[in-house]
């Protein structure tokens, strides 16, 4: 059992769920090693699609490319859902981008603020991370099973939660608009969100989703990137988002153009877009 505002978190969450599908059945922490782990547990163990894991803090949140995740208690949102699209595992990257767009609505609508995402999936105010999004597929003879959808949003964590090195590219909504966030009201709008850019990949696929992605993404267009990817090393301009989702850019010293389905995205010359000066 966790301190009453935890579970008052947990309790206000469901009486604002709006979704028909995700949230459904919604597992609530006061504190867990980390959601994805937990929830791709349940999975395995036959979950259905739309389970939900939340906790207030994560001993051992995890971040893309073997990093951690840090999840301080009382102040962010530590979120896992479940989902079992009849699709091919290929398309799971997809998720990524729905899941960024998910949140940055939900920035806009909750918070007023303008998100800037960052491909693939990282959401930015004010040029700061506030938000990373881990997708985990698990597979059988090659088949999709089920993916583990991981979202954590920095919503109120104050200064002192980030260690110094990494305060000039992480932040929280509220550091960045100088107002507290609902926890469970963003909780209740971010599952919303998500549940209807899903169906709508469902039905039509990634080109549904394109617009909304590439509306918050509009800032990277023409700008100077270094992508860490698995091939190597891309130094380059950015061109857009190919059908699928994958960056294009054209590359620095051959002005040949590449496609890249994977990686880390550092802006040359340091972020600026919708940084105050
Ligand atoms: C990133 O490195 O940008 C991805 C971070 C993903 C963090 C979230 S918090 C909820 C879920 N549980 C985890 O352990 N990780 C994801």
Known sequence: MGDP???????????????????TPLHFFPT??????????????????GTAVIADSQSGGKGRLGRSWISPPGVNLYLSVILRPPVPAATVPHLNLLAAVAVADTIVQVCGLTPAIKWPNDVLVGGKKVCGILAEMQTEAS?????????????????????????DKASSLFLSGGRLVDRPAFAADLLTHLEKLYVLWLEQGFRALRPAWEHHA???????????????????????????????????????????LAGDVTVVGGYTHGVRS
Request: net charge negative.
């Open 218 to 260: 509009a800032w990277m267009i023409g700008t100077q990137v270094t992508v860490a990817a698995p091939e190597g090393t891309v130094v380059g301009t950015v061109l857009g988002l190919d059908s699928d989702g994958a960056l294009l850019l054209q590359e620095g010293n051959s002005g040949t153009s590449r496609r890249l």
């Open 143 to 167: 088949a999709l099973r089920s993916v583990v959808l991981g979202i954590g949003v920095n919503l109120n964590a104050p200064l002192s939660a980030f260690p110094e090195e990494l305060r």
């Open 5 to 23: 505002a935890d579970q008052s978190f947990a309790t206000t969450l469901t009486q604002q769920l709006q979704t028909r599908l995700l949230g």
């Open 32 to 49: 867990i090693d980390s959601t994805n782990t937990y929830a791709a547990r349940l999975a395995r163990d036959g979950a259905p699609e």
